[in-house]
């Protein structure tokens, strides 16, 4: 097959979210089965709730975030960043980055690999993935 087309809201929610302010993850790369970079997208369940967890990529990932629904405050090396639908954010690996969804139905697609290596998928989505 040469392509296929899904909504968001169809791809299986791979995590299971135990609180209500935790974003849902949409595996988007499993889900077609990608292989070449990663993306996965995530849903905030409550307003203010978590989307992008704290962390930084030092040696790793460079992202590009997609607000695809709603609102996502983004905060970055400190600085915050409001990004409405439609909005692009990229982050370079070392930077430290978080985000939540002002508002509940907040969707942002993230994009990423690292800068001329091959993909690889991390140890955190192959341990949620295989077990889907």
């Not at 954010?89 to 091959?118: D, F, N, W, Y």
Request: hydrophobic share 40%; charged share 20%; proline share 4%.
């Amino acid at each position: 097959m040469s392509h296929r087309a899904t909504h968001v809201s169809e791809v299986t929610e791979v995590w299971q979210p135990t609180e209500a302010n935790e974003a849902a993850w949409k595996a988007a790369r499993h889900h077609f089965g990608i292989g070449a970079f990663g993306v996965n997208a995530f849903v905030a369940r409550a307003d203010g709730g978590d989307l992008i967890e704290p962390h930084e990529e030092a040696g790793g990932h460079e992202e590009l975030y997609v607000v695809l629904e709603g609102l996502a405050r983004f905060t970055i090396d400190g600085e915050l960043v409001e990004a409405p639908a439609g909005t692009l954010v990229h982050v370079s690996p070392e930077s430290h980055r978080q985000a939540v969804g002002v508002t509940a139905g907040t969707t942002v697609l993230v994009v990423g690999a690292e800068r001329g290596k091959a993909f690889e998928p991390s140890a955190w989505e192959l341990r949620y993935t295989q077990q889907a």
